[in-house]
């Protein structure tokens, strides 16, 4: 498409604002017009040979009503909200979303745009996770962001928000695609990482802004999060759940699929064990896993991680204190689990005193009222 | 002519004295009632008339004036059938006058003429063994609740003629016409203590559960329990009266009082056994608190020095639920009627149960299959402000077959009572010549004064509050509650482990978190 000229934009903008034309129709007018200035030109009854009836019509009432003001106004409206437009063809427009198969005509986005050249890492997962689920993204995202290491997700519940937010907060930077406006924050409880975000990597949605967030918007929009990335970690998933999705995209898209390995009991591991058996790279570490994007991308070596990973190191403690801190896991235990996995015998008192013991010095998570696992 | 006498009024749990005055004259044939009487009362015309003429006694056609007096006070249920009846005997001469002199009488006449029960027989006997009454007639039935009381003879009938009988008898016959009914208060204590049925150590596993329920018992602390369906919650609630300290006669009579006005005595002489109240998440909210168009004790006062036990507790409508609010604060309700305001007592311990979500599993991924917002939601029902009452919250979970296998297991309830008497025996030393009396009650201005913290403990309170985010309401509920361990292990001071452990059983957990 080459370069675009500022008046080129406003057309496209306008256009990737039409609802009515997601999915393959976008592509189709562009194909037909390179030049989107020329669709206002073109008549009624070209129209309705490229378009369905439906919206053929309504494209052609909305191409007679605009004007260029028009378009130049809300052009620079959004700006004035903060909301930033970029076109396919445009220099900006992140280079990896060129070779995937259906491209967003363009994105909205606040803050800003991933850097085609650098890493980026799409960590994806359940919304209802796990505490070994939300660990594991805790730990991944913390990794990435101490490496430099974008981390896109989608900004969800769960595993998305955790290793978004702990990228964030190693210092990294991380990029939230939505399947509503970038205006729209959803979920709501997410509100803290959505303002985080605009200042430290971006928001970025090819939905225009105002759009609330419906369910199908949602699966699109996974195409976006696997094509800004170099490899995609399936850190935790049921058999049927959205990240498939994601990950079929993604093999689409030719990137590479991690898989954090799971235990068979686990239903929320269903999901990556199966992708494991059908031959999806495992990630057991964050230190291997980025050894191997490092071979696979032929990437300078990366520093080594600053916070080694704390396992199977046993933690400095009271031999009492140790015992009851190997009895941990990653998943939740009862106090009365840990009292039978105990070889002394101790009263639940002396038991329940000893967990908040290891809460307080950190080595052991509070989930609820009677279960705790590892910190 | 003319003739009094004695009756009782229910005010709330207290009564007032009554008098019926009867006067018969000759003149057209009729019979009216007065003195701000409910409708039960004035339907009373009809039942004692009946009752009469069966009973075989030809009434003559006079005009008689029934006035209940003091005639400003409101008068409701069915007690003043049989003085109306004996009033109208005397005032037309079928007994010698001055018969039924210094005898209080109480009971619902029959259209046969037999004496059916009435309600709040031990308060009125009670006002009247204190202003110097020293005979009454009641209900056979009501005989053994009335029994109780000391000073004061209690006779209970069977029905009008027997009555009659009494009235006509010379004062050294009457002993054998109607007995006075005997009561030993110390036996029927003794009956209720072996009487009660469930154990703690029947409850397999959930130790955790236990202990907090330990802890609760002994200072009076409001419990949540939070468990997937079929742990045992409502088993450990059930049990939760049997380990708490038997009750004294005081507070037994207050207990029996209330249930004596709620008429769900039934054929008991006294409660001598902790309430323990379940009532149906339906609940509306007067039947909770009390009230109604004749107001009654509701459930809450019902479990007056006992357990309140709200099972399913996100399905409680928040207004019933709501409405528990100030009586839990001052420990009693007060219904407040055009005639005045009642107050019924309301000292109980709250446990409540629920399930940690919709589906109970959480946070057991496996099984649990609810959003995290649905999770949210569900607890989100739950009244904030009862839930700022609870101070201790117990998770249990599903049992496991090796448990249920286990013989015996765990404490029974007389171990765990016994440690729960010593804690409230310190308690009460504590708090005499104030007005608390246990932990639970503690109110955050005299924090420092009976939760002392050391310099140590005041690190380690300094370290929960940070790491886990407390509330200054939390804070004071680990003290609280701390406070009760160090009492049930009889410490003096309260140490760091025991305020680990009661920041353990803090209330404030995720699920609430909004």
């Known amino acids: ?375 | 002519m003319y003739s009094t006498i004695l009756s009782g009024a229910l005010l709330g749990i207290h009564a007032s004295m009554v008098q019926v005055e009867v006067d018969a004259t000759s003149g057209l044939p009729s019979m009216s009632m007065v003195g701000s009487l409910g409708s039960e009362v004035r339907e009373s015309r009809e039942r004692v008339m009946a009752a009469l003429k069966n009973a075989g006694i030809d009434i003559p056609p006079k005009h008689v004036t029934v006035n209940l007096s003091p005639a400003d006070l409101r008068k409701e249920g069915t007690a003043y059938d049989l003085p109306i009846a004996i009033g109208m005997l005397e005032a037309l001469g079928f007994f010698p006058e001055g018969s039924a002199k210094g005898i209080l009488f109480l009971g619902e006449l029959g259209l046969n003429g037999e004496i059916r029960a009435v309600r709040g027989v031990l308060p009125i006997v009670r006002e009247a063994a204190a202003i110097g009454i020293s005979e009454c007639i009641v209900p056979e039935v009501n005989a053994a609740e009335g029994a109780v009381i000391p000073g004061i003879r209690v006779q209970g009938a069977k029905d009008l003629e027997q009555v009659m009988v009494f009235l006509l008898a010379k004062e050294k016959e009457r002993e054998s016409i109607l007995p006075v009914k005997k009561v030993s208060v110390e036996g029927l204590f003794r009956q209720g203590i072996t009487q009660s049925g469930n154990d703690f150590s029947e409850v397999k596993g959930q130790e955790t559960a236990k202990r907090g329920a330990k802890i609760a018992a002994a200072g009076f602390h409001n419990l949540l329990m939070l468990g997937p369906p079929g742990a045992g919650k409502s088993m450990i609630a059930k049990r939760i009266p049997g380990i708490m300290p038997p009750l004294t006669l005081e507070e037994s009579l207050e207990v029996t009082a209330i249930y004596s006005v709620a008429g769900q005595l039934g054929d008991r002489a006294l409660m001598t056994q902790r309430p323990f109240q379940s009532p149906h998440h339906t609940i509306s909210s007067p039947a909770l608190t009390g009230g109604g168009v004749i107001p009654r004790p509701g459930i809450i006062s019902l479990s007056h020095r006992g357990v309140l036990f709200l099972d399913e507790l996100p399905e409680f409508q928040r207004a019933s639920l709501d409405s528990m609010r100030q009586p839990m604060e001052d420990k009693q309700v007060q219904i407040t009627r055009t005639g005045g305001n009642l107050i019924y007592p309301s000292d109980f311990m709250l446990v409540c149960a629920m399930n940690p979500c919709p589906c109970g599993y959480f946070p057991d991924r496996n099984r649990c299959r609810c959003t995290e917002p649905q999770i949210k939601r569900y607890a989100g029902h739950v009244s904030g402000p009862i839930l700022d009452r609870i101070d201790l919250c117990v998770e249990l979970q599903a049992v496991g077959v090796e448990s249920l296998q286990k013989e015996a297991c765990g404490e029974s309830s007389e171990e765990m009572r016994k440690q729960v008497e010593k804690a409230r025996k310190i308690q009460m030393e504590r708090f005499q010549g104030t007005a608390y009396r246990f932990n639970g009650d503690i109110q955050a201005a005299d924090m420092d004064r009976f939760c002392y913290l050391g310099e140590a403990e005041k690190r380690c309170m300094k370290k929960l509050y940070e790491e886990m985010g407390l509330s200054a309401r939390s804070y004071h509920r680990i003290r609280k509650v701390a406070r009760t361990i160090a009492d049930l292990q009889g410490e003096d001071r309260i140490r760091t482990e025991h305020l680990l452990e009661a920041a353990m059983y803090r209330p404030a957990q995720e699920v609430w978190k909004t």
């Not at chain 1, 049927?240 to 030719?254: D, N, R």
Request: glycine fraction near 10%; charge should be negative; charged fraction near 25%.
């Open chain 1, 1 to 375: 498409m080459g370069d675009l000229q500022k008046e080129q934009l406003y057309y496209v903008q306008w256009l990737a604002s039409q609802y009515e034309l997601f999915g393959k129709l976008h592509r189709r007018v562009l194909e037909a017009y390179p030049d989107p200035r020329e669709i206002f030109q073109v008549s009624k009854e070209r129209w309705e040979e490229l378009l369905p009836e439906k919206q053929a019509g309504l494209l052609w009432k909305r191409c007679q009503a605009e004007s260029m003001a028009a378009m130049q106004e809300q052009y620079e409206k959004l700006r004035e909200q903060g909301i930033s437009f970029v076109a396919r063809g445009q220099e900006e427009y992140p280079r990896r979303l060129n070779d995937i198969p259906d491209p967003p005509l363009g994105l909205y986005y606040k803050g800003g745009l991933p850097d085609g050249d650098s890493l980026a890492v799409a960590v994806i997962g359940s919304r209802d996770c796990s505490e070994y689920g939300s660990y594991v993204a805790r730990h991944l995202g913390c990794c990435l962001g101490e490496q430099g290491i974008s981390v896109i997700s989608g900004m969800a519940r769960g595993i998305d928000g955790i290793s978004q937010q702990a990228a964030l907060e190693a210092g990294g930077d991380s990029f939230g695609v939505l399947g509503c406006g970038v205006d729209v924050c959803y979920p709501q409880s997410n509100q803290r990482l959505y303002q985080t975000l605009m200042g430290h990597g971006g928001i970025l949605s090819e939905y225009p802004p105002g759009t609330q967030p419906i369910a199908r918007n949602f699966p699109p929009r996974n195409r976006i999060v696997s094509g800004l990335a170099t490899a995609v970690v399936v850190v935790e998933a049921a058999l049927k759940s959205g990240t498939s999705i994601t990950v079929s995209m993604a093999l689409e898209q030719g990137r590479e699929v991690y898989a954090v390995p799971g235990r068979i009991t686990d239903r929320l591991s269903d999901g990556c064990n199966r992708l494991i058996k059908q031959g999806a790279a495992v990630y057991t570490d964050p230190e291997g896993f980025l050894e191997e994007l490092r071979e696979t991308y032929f990437l300078q070596s990366v520093s080594p991680t600053k916070k080694k990973a704390k396992k199977g190191k046993e933690p400095d403690l009271r031999e009492d204190l140790l015992s009851l801190w190997k009895q941990l896991e990653h998943t939740p235990k009862t106090v009365e689990e840990i009292l039978h996995g105990l070889e002394a015998s101790i009263s639940v008192q002396d038991c329940t005193i000893k967990l908040m013991e290891l809460v307080l010095s950190g080595h052991a998570k509070q989930v609820s009222s009677g279960h705790f696992c590892k910190a």
